[in-house]
C-alpha cells in the first residue's frame, strides 16, 4: 500500500512539475485576455503563481526528500 501511495505521490507530482514548466509557453503574455479567464486571472501573476506554484512546491519537496533518502542510505551502510 505504501508503495502505491508514493507511486501515485510521483504521478501527481510530476503532472505539477510538467505543468509548471509548460505554463509560460501557453499563455500570451502580451494578451491579458489570453489569460485572464483562468484560474488566478485576471492578473499574470496570479496566473503563474496558481499554474506554476504547485509545480514549484512538488519540485522542492522531491528535491528534498531524494536528499533525505540519500543521507539515510549513507548512513545505513557500515564504515571499513
Same mark, same amino acid.
Given at each position: 500500500?505504501?508503495?502505491? #501511495?508514493? #507511486?501515485l505521490a510521483f504521478?501527481?507530482? &510530476?503532472? @505539477?512539475?510538467?505543468? $509548471?514548466?509548460?505554463?509560460?509557453?501557453?499563455?500570451?503574455?502580451?494578451?491579458?485576455?489570453?489569460?485572464?479567464?483562468?484560474? &488566478?486571472?485576471? =492578473? #499574470?501573476?496570479?496566473? %503563474?503563481?496558481?499554474?506554476?506554484?504547485?509545480?514549484?512546491?512538488?519540485a522542492v519537496l @522531491? @528535491?528534498? $526528500? %531524494?536528499?533525505? =533518502?540519500?543521507?539515510r542510505r549513507g548512513?545505513?551502510?557500515?564504515?571499513?
Amino acid at each position: 500500500m505504501k508503495r502505491v #501511495l508514493w #507511486l501515485l505521490a510521483f504521478v501527481i507530482g &510530476g503532472f @505539477f512539475i510538467v505543468r $509548471a514548466l509548460i505554463e509560460p509557453f501557453v499563455i500570451d503574455f502580451g494578451d491579458p485576455s489570453s489569460y485572464e479567464n483562468d484560474w &488566478g486571472g485576471p =492578473s #499574470l501573476i496570479g496566473v %503563474l503563481l496558481v499554474h506554476m506554484g504547485p509545480g514549484i512546491l512538488v519540485a522542492v519537496l @522531491f @528535491f528534498y $526528500a %531524494l536528499r533525505r =533518502s540519500e543521507r539515510r542510505r549513507g548512513q545505513d551502510t557500515p564504515e571499513g
